[in-house]
């Protein structure tokens, strides 16, 4: 079994910082790529950012300069620093792992329950 816990979220003022965390946990050989995503109220869920395990990140374009995503390895998490939040910001935060799971080494991307993130103006 696996479980993805995000951690973090919040009320905000336009402005304001926020930093969210994701642990994975269970029968997890290797954590592949971890991500972050997002989904406002009556619109689709969207990549925010993605880090693989070698460090390496991509951001949406709204969120560039402003948001910066890393991890620890030896945690199984993940964490997205949010900075500069604006009013738009506003959504359910969700984490997915790309990991192999002991003993069988399948893989498998999981995704976390969310977390909430509203900015006010």
């Known amino acids: 079994q696996v479980q993805l816990v995000e951690s973090g979220g919040g009320l905000v003022q336009a402005g304001g910082s926020l930093r969210l965390s994701c642990a994975a946990s269970?029968?997890?050989?290797?954590?592949?790529?971890m991500g972050w995503y997002r989904q406002a109220p009556g619109k689709q869920r969207e990549l925010v950012a993605t880090?693989?395990?070698?460090?390496?990140?991509k951001y949406a374009g709204s969120v560039e300069g402003r948001f910066t995503i890393s991890r620890d390895n030896a945690k199984n998490t993940a964490y997205l620093q949010m900075n500069n939040l604006k009013p738009e910001d506003t959504a359910v935060y969700y984490c997915?792992?790309?990991?192999?799971?002991?003993?069988?080494?399948?893989?498998?991307?999981?995704w976390g329950q969310g977390t909430q993130v509203t900015v006010s103006s």
């Open positions: 269970g029968s997890i050989f290797m954590v592949n790529a």
């Open positions: 880090i693989t395990r070698g460090d390496s990140a």
């Open positions: 997915n792992a790309d990991l192999l799971r002991t003993i069988s080494l399948v893989r498998g991307v999981y």
